[in-house]
């Protein structure tokens, strides 16, 4: 086969996305969310382990919700009905407002950012304030103003964060309570519905601020768990989807080694699909013979990075477990010393008030 033809085939895979059940049951209730918004919600949070597909999810949700909106864009092309930035991480310190609302502002096409960056340019703008009321967070704070003005002059109706959970990566706790005021208040002077898509860490949020959980709707991209009987089936069909996919002729058998491909992917379809492109790519790469199952184990990632993701995804998952409406009513009726739950709501590691312990469930289900 000629290189440029495997190019073509190679990135025509990498392209393929499988709509899987989960993928769909995660977008449909979070263009739900985002379709009803102001009417309750105003944030939605999308979460689920790392590489399961978070940010696929989220780049269909703004085709569709941009989709909704054609006709008004197309009639005033100065409107941005959907708008959609990443939270970049830190480097070494508190993820940073500032750069993140000048990103924004320039993905709006915002022509005056760099203006607003420039101290000394406000400061003939305002020469009677003292410059150095223009640095540090009052710099984000004149961001801040612009990104909403900005939001609402250009008509933003959802905005997508992708990579959200950068946002609560502080490096003083003490911090937290400002981010989340920060997402509460673009929330509320925008009139836009917030969709914040992260790894499970985005839950403190729900976990540690009331006025955030009143307007904020949670939506979850779970691995397939092989504990739920009917998750097996679907991960399976995905798995011989993805398979009959491959660019090349393979001896890959998804009926008889299910259960290989699910521990080796922790029951995550982007995980299996990163696997997947990897040892397509060393396959047309290294000119190899056979693509059979001891070639692409060679690819696979290795037990322990495995092992990592998926004790974070069981405790994600747990953080995600409702509690007993009976811890709720001891709770209410006093049954819980006061103490206690001042300690738990300053985030103490008491165990969270009314909260279950995390208890195991059996394990092993369809592959014990
Ligand atoms: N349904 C799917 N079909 C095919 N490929 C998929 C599907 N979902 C995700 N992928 C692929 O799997 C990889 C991981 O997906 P993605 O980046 O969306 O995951 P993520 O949850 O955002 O990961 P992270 O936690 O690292 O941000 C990507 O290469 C993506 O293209
Ligand atoms: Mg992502």
Redesign the pocket.
Same mark, same amino acid.
């Given at each position: 086969m000629k290189k440029q033809e495997m190019q073509q085939q190679k990135i025509g895979f990498?392209n393929?996305?499988?709509?899987?059940p989960h993928?769909r049951a995660a977008l449909d209730t979070a263009l739900a969310a985002v379709r009803a918004g102001g009417a309750g919600s105003s944030i939605v949070i999308v979460t689920?382990p790392?590489?399961?597909?978070?940010? $696929?999810?989220a780049r269909k949700l703004r085709q569709n919700l941009q989709a909704d909106y054609q006709d008004i864009i197309d009639e005033n092309p100065e409107q941005i009905p959907i708008l959609y930035g990443n939270a970049v991480a830190a480097q070494g310190a508190s993820f940073s407002w500032k750069d993140f609302y000048s990103r924004l502002l320039k993905r709006s096409g915002e022509p005056l950012v760099e203006r607003k960056l420039d101290i000394d340019h406000q400061q003939e703008l305002f020469s009677d304030i003292p410059l150095a009321r223009y640095r540090g967070n009052e710099t984000a704070d004149v961001l801040r103003q612009s990104v909403e003005i900005c939001m609402r002059e250009r008509k933003v109706r959802c905005l997508i964060i992708d990579?959200a959970h950068h946002i609560l990566m502080v490096n003083d706790p003490k911090k937290l309570e400002f981010q989340f005021e920060a997402i509460k208040s673009l929330a509320i002077q925008t009139g836009a519905v917030i969709v914040l898509v992260g $790894?499970y860490r985005l839950l403190d949020i729900r976990d540690q601020s009331g006025q955030l959980v009143r307007r904020s709707e949670i939506v979850h991209l779970p691995r397939y768990d092989v504990n739920t009987p009917s998750d097996v089936a679907k991960f399976k069909t995905a798995l011989l989807e993805?398979l009959e996919k491959i660019p090349v002729a393979h001896k890959l058998n998804g009926e008889k080694d299910a259960k290989h491909f699910y521990v080796k992917t922790g029951g995550e379809?982007?995980?299996l699909?990163?696997w997947l492109?990897r040892a397509v790519d060393r396959f047309y790469q290294a000119g190899a013979k056979k693509f059979d199952l001891d070639f692409v184990d060679q690819y696979a990632l290795d037990n322990k990075a495995l092992r990592r993701i998926i004790l974070e995804a069981l405790e994600g998952e747990e953080k995600l477990r409702d509690i007993d409406e009976k811890d709720l009513e001891a709770l209410l009726m006093g049954d819980v010393p006061r103490a206690t739950v001042a300690a738990s709501k300053r985030g103490r590691s008491v165990g969270r008030v009314g909260e279950r312990k995390p208890v195991r469930d059996p394990v092993g289900g369809a592959y014990a």
């Open positions: 990498i393929y996305t499988v709509a899987h993928m689920g790392t590489g399961v597909g978070k940010t $696929t999810l990579e $790894t993805l379809i982007g995980i699909k990163d492109v």
